[in-house]
C-alpha cells in the first residue's frame, strides 16, 4: 500500500511530468505549519533557477492543476513559492483504513534490498561488558532491526576483539603466575578479568613484561600450539559470558566471528599491497602512506616492526572478507566516534587497494555517555560501570515503583521481575536512542526510568493503557469499522499513524534511531490529547466508537512497532504501586 506521503508525490510526479517539469522535485514533505497545510512542496524553488522562471510562476502552474484532485481539500502558493496542501479528511481516513489492513503498517520493503554487514558490539576477551559497550549494542541492534524491516538483508557480526596484544599479555600473566597452563580450564569470567586486569598493570609497570606479551601474542599468531590451545578456551569462556549480555540487552548477531578469524586473509593483504607497489617499509614495520587531503592522514600499520598483525589490518582483511564470502553492498560500523581516524584510514586503504568495490563503507560514530560531572558514566566509588551493573540499578529504580508480587492477581514473583525487566531495559534503551547517536549524554539516574516525560516506561505505559481499551471493547463484543474522521484530534492522531513510513527511512537514511524515539513520543502524546477530547468507549455514536477503536489500536500497533525497532519489549500491562 501507498501512504499519504508516497500517494501525494504520485499525484505531483504525473503534474510535473504533464508541464514539462523535472520530476526529481516533484515530492513532499510533512509542513513546517501545521496550522496552514498538512504537506509541503517546494519543487518550484529548486526549479526555477534552471528554468530561469519566478517560482512562484511554477508554483502556480502546479496549483492550477492540484486544485482539481479530490483528493485535496485546499492548495495555496505561499512565500517566495511553496506550495502548502491541505488534504481532504476522506483522502486520510480512506489511507488509515488501508494501514489498518496491512501487516506491515503501511511500511513499503525497498525495491531493491542490500546485502547490509553490520558490525557492531566489540566486545573483548577477557573484559566484562561495560558502559562503553552498551550504545554499540543498543544502536546497532535498533539499526539492523530497521534496515531488516525496510526489507534489507542483514547480517549482524560481533567482531569479536580476541587477537590483539591483550591475549599475549594474558597468556605471559598466566605462566607468571601458574608456571604453566594446567589450570586454563577451570577459569571462568571473573577469574579471566582478574587476570587481565593484573596483566595490565604489570605491563605497564614494566617494559620487559609488555615486551614478553607482544612476543607472546605474534608467537600465538604465528600458530604456537600451546598457546593456542590456552587460548580458545579463554576465548570460549568469553564468547560464552558475553553473549549472555547480549542476550540480556536483546541484541542479535548472525555471526560470532573475531578479529583472529581475519587472521589467513591479512597476509593476502599485505601482498596486494606489495604487488601494487603500495606499501613501503618504515623502521622494520609495513606501512601504507594515505594522501594527504584536507587533513593530515597518519599512514596505516599494515604490520608492525616484531612481525605482529594489529588492528588496522584485522580490519581491513575484514572487509575483504565480508566482500569476498558475504558479498556485502555496504557495511556499517557503530562504534564509538573516538574511532572514527581508525575507520577512515581503513576505509581509505580497502578502497586504493580495490578490496570491496562498491561497497559502501559507513562508520556510524557514537558519543560518549557521561555522569553527571561531563566525565564517563562510573559507578559511586569511581570504577567502570559494569554493564550488569547498569542494569541491576535500574532494575532497583523501577522495582520501587512496582507493586510487590502477589499484590496485583496473576502477577507473582516470576511476572513481576520479567516486567520489571522489561521496564528497566526501556528506560535503559530509550534513554541511550532519545539523543543523537553523534552527540554523547549525560546518564541521567534521577528521570531515564520515570513513567512520565519523555522514558521509554512513558511510552510503554502508552501502549498498555490502549492494550486495555481494546480488552474492554473485546470484553464487550465491540469490534473496530472504518476510520471516519471528524473532530481536529482525530485528524491530528490521524496524520500522525500516517507518518510511520516516513520516518523509518529517515532513520535509516541518516543512521539515526532518535528520530523513531522522538516520533513515538509524539505518537503517544497526541494519542493522550485525543483520548481527552473523543472518548472511545463511552461515546454514542457507534460508527463514532467503532472509528475511534480502530484509531487506537492502530495507534497501538504503530507504538508497538517503533519500539520493537528501537529494541524495546511493549507489555501488555503495566502496573504501578499504591
Ligand atoms: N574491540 C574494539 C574495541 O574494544 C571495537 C571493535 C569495533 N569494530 C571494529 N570492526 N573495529 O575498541
Known amino acids: 500500500m501507498r501512504t499519504l506521503e508516497k500517494k501525494l508525490n504520485e499525484k505531483l510526479t504525473e503534474i510535473f511530468e504533464n508541464l514539462n517539469l523535472d520530476t526529481d522535485a516533484a515530492y513532499v514533505k510533512r509542513s513546517d505549519r501545521p496550522d496552514l497545510s498538512d504537506f509541503q512542496c517546494n519543487g518550484a524553488l529548486a526549479l526555477a533557477k534552471t528554468m530561469k522562471c519566478p517560482p512562484r510562476q511554477i508554483a502556480e502552474s502546479i496549483l492550477q492543476k492540484l486544485q482539481n484532485d479530490p483528493d485535496i481539500e485546499s492548495v495555496s502558493v505561499d512565500g517566495p513559492g511553496f506550495l502548502n496542501i491541505k488534504l481532504k479528511n476522506d483522502f486520510i481516513s480512506k489511507t488509515l483504513n488501508e494501514m489498518a489492513c496491512d501487516e506491515n503498517l503501511g511500511c513499503e520493503k525497498v525495491e531493491s534490498p542490500k546485502k547490509i554487514v553490520m558490525d557492531f558490539g566489540g566486545p573483548n576477551v577477557a573484559k566484562a561488558l561495560h558502559v562503553g559497550h552498551l550504545r554499540s549494542a543498543v544502536i546497532g541492534e535498533s539499526l539492523r532491526r530497521i534496515m531488516c524491516f525496510l526489507g534489507h538483508n542483514v547480517i549482524s557480526d560481533v567482531h569479536f576483539g580476541d587477537w590483539g596484544t591483550p591475549m599475549g599479555m594474558i597468556l605471559s600473566q598466566i605462566l607468571e603466575e601458574d608456571g604453566d ?5 577451570t577459569y571462568n569470567i571473573d577469574d579471566i578479568s582478574a587476570i587481565y586486569k593484573r596483566a595490565n598493570a604489570r605491563c605497564k609497570e614494566d617494559e620487559k613484561s609488555a615486551e614478553k606479551a607482544r612476543l607472546i601474542t605474534s608467537e600465538l599468531q604465528n600458530g604456537n600450539a600451546e598457546y593456542q590451545k590456552a587460548w580458545k578456551r579463554l576465548r570460549e569462556v568469553s564468547v560464552e559470558a558475553v553473549k549472555e549480555n547480549y542476550d540480556e540487552l536483546s541484541a542479535h548477531f548472525d555471526l560470532w566471528l573475531g578479529e583472529s578469524d581475519a587472521h589467513p586473509v591479512c597476509q593476502q593483504v599485505v601482498d596486494i599491497a606489495q604487488k601494487e607497489g603500495l606499501s613501503e617499509v618504515d623502521d622494520g614495520a609495513t606501512i601504507i602512506r594515505l594522501p594527504q587531503a584536507n587533513k593530515p592522514m597518519p599512514p596505516v600499520i599494515l604490520v608492525k616492526s616484531d612481525g605482529g598483525f594489529g588492528y588496522q589490518l584485522t580490519d581491513i582483511a575484514t572487509i575483504k572478507m565480508r566482500y569476498d564470502d558475504l558479498k556485502a553492498d555496504q557495511i556499517i ?65 523501577v522495582r520501587l515503583s512496582m507493586p510487590k508480587p502477589g499484590e496485583v492477581e496473576g502477577y507473582g514473583e516470576p511476572e513481576i521481575e520479567k516486567l520489571i525487566f522489561e521496564v528497566a531495559m526501556a528506560a535503559i534503551k530509550f534513554q541511550d536512542l532519545k539523543s543523537n547517536v553523534g552527540s554523547g549524554y549525560i546518564f541521567d539516574l534521577e528521570d531515564f526510568a520515570k513513567f512520565e516525560g519523555k522514558t521509554g516506561p ?7 493503557r490502549i492494550n486495555s481499551i481494546l480488552r474492554k471493547a473485546a470484553l464487550n463484543g465491540i469490534e473496530d469499522g472504518e476510520i471516519i474522521i471528524h473532530a481536529d484530534d482525530e485528524r491530528s492522531l490521524a496524520l500522525k499513524i500516517a507518518d510511520f513510513e516516513n520516518t523509518v527511512i529517515r532513520a535509516a537514511e541518516i543512521y539515526e534511531p532518535s528520530i523513531i524515539a522522538d516520533y513515538v513520543y509524539n505518537l503517544a502524546q497526541i494519542f493522550s490529547s485525543f483520548y481527552n477530547t473523543c472518548p472511545i468507549l463511552s461515546e454514542p455514536d457507534h460508527a463514532l466508537l467503532v472509528s475511534r477503536l480502530r484509531l487506537a489500536r492502530l495507534t497501538r500497533d504503530v507504538l508497538k512497532c517503533s519500539l520493537y525497532l528501537l529494541g524495546i519489549e511493549a507489555p501488555e500491562k503495566m502496573l504501578k504501586s499504591n
Open 333 to 397: 560500523y557503530v562504534v564509538d566516534k573516538r574511532q572514527s581516524l581508525h575507520f577512515e584510514q581503513v576505509f581509505q586503504v580497502a578502497e586504493m587497494l580495490k578490496l570491496a568495490p562498491n561497497t559502501i563503507l559507513k562508520h556510524v560514530g557514537f558519543g560518549t555517555v557521561n555522569g553527571a560531572d561531563g566525565k564517563p558514566f562510573k559507578t559511586r566509588d569511581g570504577g567502570v560501570m559494569n554493564l550488569k551493573d547498569l542494569i541491576s540499578l535500574s532494575k532497583e529504580k
Open 458 to 464: 512513558y511510552i510503554q505505559y502508552a501502549v498498555a
Open 181 to 185: 597452563f594446567s589450570k586454563v580450564d
